[in-house]
């Protein structure tokens, strides 16, 4: 399932690109835990999931904005599921755009509904980025 989601974030542009290069990218998984709690319908495989995660320089940024090419690999009880694609970092007024387009593969329980599960765990991913940075707590945030 292909998923494109987004949000602005009320910081400076070199607050989020430094903090999307930091290595090793572990600050990003309790980020990653929660949102995958937040949006699978079974709590009880999302508390024990699994996650590991690459985030790598695009070859080619799209229009000199920072683009991150994105692997984010979760093994539950319930199976194994990957999100690939990409993460954006875009100037905005007075702050960023977040964005990530990516595809959902592997175990996904989403009954043909309005909001999938897969785009409410993007959804939940941009959301506690967005109060991390706002919090200046995002990259400080190691596991």
């Given at each position: 399932?292909?998923?494109?989601?987004?949000?602005?974030?009320?910081?400076?542009?070199?607050?989020?690109?430094?903090?999307?290069r930091?290595?090793?990218?572990?600050?990003?998984?309790p980020f990653l835990?929660?949102?995958?709690?937040?949006?699978?319908?079974?709590?009880?495989h999302?508390?024990?999931?699994?996650?590991?995660v690459?985030?790598?320089?695009?070859?080619l940024?799209?229009?000199?904005?920072?683009?991150?090419?994105?692997?984010?690999?979760?093994?539950?009880?319930?199976?194994?599921?990957?999100?690939?694609?990409n993460?954006?970092?875009s100037?905005?007024?007075?702050?960023?755009?977040?964005?990530?387009?990516?595809d959902?593969?592997?175990?996904?329980?989403?009954p043909?509904?309005?909001?999938?599960?897969?785009?409410m765990?993007?959804?939940?991913?941009?959301?506690?980025?967005r109060?991390?940075?706002?919090?200046?707590?995002?990259?400080s945030?190691?596991?």
């Open positions: 399932m292909r998923v494109a989601e987004q949000v602005w974030v009320d910081q400076p542009p070199d607050v989020v690109v430094a903090a999307f930091r290595r090793p990218v572990t600050w990003l998984r835990h929660l949102a995958w709690q937040d949006g699978r319908q079974d709590r009880v999302a508390r024990d999931a699994q996650h590991d690459r985030l790598r320089p695009a070859p940024p799209a229009a000199g904005q920072p683009s991150y090419d994105l692997r984010w690999d979760v093994t539950s009880a319930a199976g194994r599921s990957t999100v690939t694609g993460l954006t970092v100037p905005a007024e007075s702050g960023v755009v977040i964005a990530i387009v990516a959902v593969a592997g175990q996904t329980e989403s043909p509904t309005a909001v999938r599960a897969e785009e765990v993007i959804r939940a991913l941009l959301g506690h980025l109060n991390a940075f706002e919090a200046g707590t995002a990259a945030a190691d596991s």
